[in-house]
């Protein structure tokens, strides 16, 4: 088959790494594939992996969205590919995509939600529910967005597809040691570290982790933080003002995760809202002692007190004491992270 891959950019983020498991597994399955990216915001190792693997990637670029004449371009390209079936992913593509992959007469049209998208203003649901009724299949990567899928994007039930996100287990198998990574992040030789990997947004619930971690006034835990986004500022800023700046290490987006993921003494997943988070599932392979929040997928794939601590979102206080339990409990923390 020929297949359409509409994303709204490519940055490094879960969705886009889901995207390229996706395209690369097909890919070995021989069927052709393309990527259309609306945003002119990429991750350059991406786009070439991708180029790289056979992938065909073409660019509209924002102005050329607002200024019309990218709309242009990328319909009369889709009607000369002749397509057999397009994928939208993320909210733009969800609307501009699917109107434009409809036009451009590809024959069926998958959806993927990626998460309960509570973050939605009602005009952004408005305008993904207009176009709904365009698409054959959604896929959903958690069961438990389904509800949102139904009520807030108006998705027929009998549409829906339960696909699950995977990582490879294998690159998570061999981690670094603990003092390598405490000399990685310039860290003092016996201190606990605990860590999180993900976009630096509201969803992702860190400052929920920060006020956390001031609460448990212990001066030797450290925590890496690795991703990027527009919390950054605030984030730093908060760590200040709550006198833990010396302990929470925003290190930026790292291409290394896999090394030193396993390495950690906790790994925490503070989200508010998820679909089926790739950070979570990746400290799993990497058999680390996990907390997380009890939302959407997070609940799927981690059974409270079998896989790790579940805690209410927005609790400062619940997340606190779920990793100082974990913390106290070595043993505990290892059984449950190799259950994970």
Known sequence: MKLLFCIDHLRSDGTQKALYQIVAGLIERNHRIAVLCLNDSFDVQLLDDMRKIGVS?????KSGLVFGYGIG??????????????????????????????????????????????NYALWQLWLVRSTTPLVNVFVLNSRRIARFAVAG????????????????VALYANPISRAALCNMFGLPEH?????????????KGFDVLLKAL????????????AGTGEEKERLHMQAYHLGIDKQVHLVGYRRDVPRWLGALDLYVQPSRFEGAPNALLEAMAASRPIVATDVDG?????????????????SADALANAISDALANPSEARRRGEMA
């Open 57 to 61: 990637a073409k660019i509209t670029g």
């Open 73 to 118: 371009r990328a319909l009369r390209w889709m009607q000369r590919e002749q397509f057999d079936c397009a994928v939208t992913m993320l909210f733009w593509s969800d609307v501009v995509g699917r109107v434009l992959i409809h036009k451009a007469g590809v024959p069926k049209i998958v959806s993927s939600i990626r998460a309960r998208n509570t």
């Open 153 to 168: 994007e108006g998705v027929p039930p009998e549409r829906i597809i339960y696909i699950p996100n995977g990582v490879d």
């Open 191 to 203: 201190a606990i570290v605990i860590g999180s990997v993900g976009r630096l947004t509201r969803q």
């Open 214 to 225: 001031s609460r448990l006034n212990r001066g030797e835990i450290h925590l890496i933080l």
């Open 298 to 314: 997070n609940s799927e794939l981690i059974s409270d007190g079998t896989h790790g601590w579940l805690t209410p979102a927005e």
